[in-house]
């Protein structure tokens, strides 16, 4: 293949919600299949400077990469398909376009210039498209513009596409994505939508390579001899994507609809190596025939909107598959939890994940959740916030400290258990200043911990501003509470566990970022090995 990066776009039409970062990841996990080098970027139209300052009611789970970018969860997706690490130059938004921009008008880097959305804008947007293949790593890149085409926010990301699509030639192609609604009276798959959203592409000068169109019903032939006539692409290039029972299928019916072919085709890449998708199917035969189910209670206060804990959902769904049982997650909302009522809410329960968040709302129901596991033996894991309420709990009911508390919901506790660091305090800006990204920890060998990583030097990602107050460290470990993962530059507490119980840990960072189909994250396996073990 030669040298120049390829450049895949991926925009969407009809509706939101139609699953391109499934489909982008799931593209790129085919061709990784066939060893080409892949990379996905999510470019995204709102003005936020990243989601890091976003509620998860709007825009769910916030990921963080390696490097402490928070990014938006579809890059979650692309590291659970890949098992390759993103970075910061994965995600750009409209606010990080801007900013750029401003600060180069500021430094006077336009030369007196009028600064345009036409070619200033659209130039920093090429910029970040471009460098992820000026990195040299990769043969193809994937960029999936956020949002619907005619939207007014992605105006600029569609001209840049058009500008790309016609400085690269032959490198570049444009996968839309549209929906072909069912009208159940006449029984029918319409195509109307698709057209008109493809007509809007084209008034903005981009005539699409690739159709993928979303059907609840198969699509037949004719339909898509149909749409290929009114849309300008071959057959062969409008690919059916029917609803999957899980969307680690959709690399699998991408393959059976030749997906990644007709893209290779496109791009004039004039090989098709062997495809190898073992490990994913093996995983999938696993997925589709455990052994047992399981039911974990996850704890936590957007419980409604499952989105926002969505790395810990793919997580268990990768640690069950591995150990041939299924995870079914008992979402309980911290906040309907109390001392009368929590035998009752958690009978039954094989495991109790306590989630990370921020604010007092629902807190003590955390807890007492925590304060049942921890007596009734029942395996527990606690992330980040969870972990912060394991300390308390214990420094409540175990150390005797009645009000312990970390300093985020109690700032005149006098037990403050869980604190705020030295350099955290005269923080004004509450975007991207808290603990961000990749950490080292040391583990104390003859842990659970180390037994469970294998190794005493560990990497894992973080997103607090909080941490484990050492002036009670000497009290804890009196009482029984094992601080069995330390950073080694800084001295923080990034495990703890009680080695008594069954399973008992909680953990400062985040476990879930980092557990892809092909590299379950060994806490959640451990622990889902433990609560079939209950
Ligand atoms: N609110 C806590 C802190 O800022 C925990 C954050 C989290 O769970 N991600 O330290």
Request: charged fraction near 25%; glycine fraction near 8%; aromatic fraction near 8%.
């Amino acid at each position: 293949m030669s040298s120049n990066t390829k450049y895949i776009f991926v925009t969407g039409g009809v509706t939101s919600s139609l699953g391109k970062g499934i489909i982008s990841a799931s593209l790129a996990k085919l061709l990784q299949a066939r060893g080409f080098t892949v990379t996905i970027q999510k470019l995204d139209p709102y003005i936020n400077i990243d989601p890091g300052t976003l509620n998860p009611y709007e825009h769910g789970e916030c990921y963080v990469t390696d490097d402490g970018a928070e990014t938006d969860l579809d890059l979650g997706h692309y590291e659970r398909f890949l098992n390759v690490r993103t970075s910061q130059a994965n995600n750009v938004t409209t606010g990080r376009i801007y900013q750029s921009v401003i600060e180069k008008e500021r430094k006077g880097e336009f030369l007196g210039k009028t600064v345009q959305v036409i070619p200033h804008i659209t130039d920093e947007i090429k910029n970040r498209i471009k460098l992820l293949g000026k990195t040299g790593q990769y043969q193809f890149v994937i960029t999936e513009i956020g949002g619907t085409v005619g939207d007014i926010e992605s105006l600029p990301y569609i001209e840049a596409v058009r500008q790309l699509k016609w400085e690269l030639g032959d490198n570049c192609i444009v996968i839309h994505l549209t929906l072909l609604p069912y009208l159940a009276t006449s029984g029918e798959l319409k195509t109307k939508p698709t057209q008109h959203s493809v007509k809007l592409l084209l008034e903005y000068g981009i005539q699409p390579d690739i159709l993928v169109c979303r059907s609840e019903y198969p699509v037949s032939k004719d339909i898509r001899k149909k749409i290929a006539l009114f849309c300008n692409v071959s057959t062969d290039a409008v690919i059916e994507s029917l609803d999957a029972s899980t969307i680690y299928e959709v690399p699998v019916l991408m393959q059976a609809e030749k997906l990644d072919e007709i893209v290779l085709k496109k791009l004039k890449v004039n090989e098709l190596p062997e495809i190898h998708l073992e490990k994913w199917t093996e995983f999938l035969n696993r997925f589709h025939n455990p052994k047992k189910t399981l039911n974990i209670g996850l704890i936590g206060k957007y419980v409604e909107l499952k989105e926002s804990y969505k790395s810990i959902a793919e997580a268990f769904i990768h640690a069950g598959a591995v150990n041939d049982c299924s995870v079914r997650i008992d979402w309980i909302h911290s906040e309907s939890i109390d001392e009368n009522n929590v035998n009752e809410k958690l009978k039954g329960l094989d495991g109790i994940l306590v989630a990370p968040g921020f604010g007092n709302r629902g807190i003590e129901g955390k807890v007492h959740a925590i304060k049942y596991a921890r007596e009734k033996n029942i395996p527990f894991l606690g992330i980040c916030l969870g972990m912060q309420c394991a300390v308390i709990e214990y420094a409540r009911n175990v150390l005797g400290l009645k009000d312990a508390h970390s300093r985020e919901m109690n700032p005149a506790t006098n037990s403050p258990v869980i604190d705020l660091l030295e350099n955290q305090k005269n923080i004004s800006h509450m975007g991207g200043t808290m603990r961000l990204g990749a950490y080292p920890c040391r583990i104390e060998e003859g842990t659970l911990a180390h037994k469970i990583y294998g190794k005493s030097d560990i990497s894992e990602r973080h997103r607090h501003r909080y941490e484990f107050n050492n002036e009670y460290t000497k009290r804890f470990k009196e009482a029984g509470m094992v601080l069995s993962g330390i950073n080694p530059d800084a001295g923080l507490v990034e495990i703890v566990e009680i080695p008594t119980h069954r399973f008992f840990m909680g953990v400062q960072f985040h476990p879930e970022y980092k557990s892809t189909v092909e590299n379950p994250h060994p806490l959640f396996v451990n622990f889902i090995n433990a609560a079939l073990k209950n």
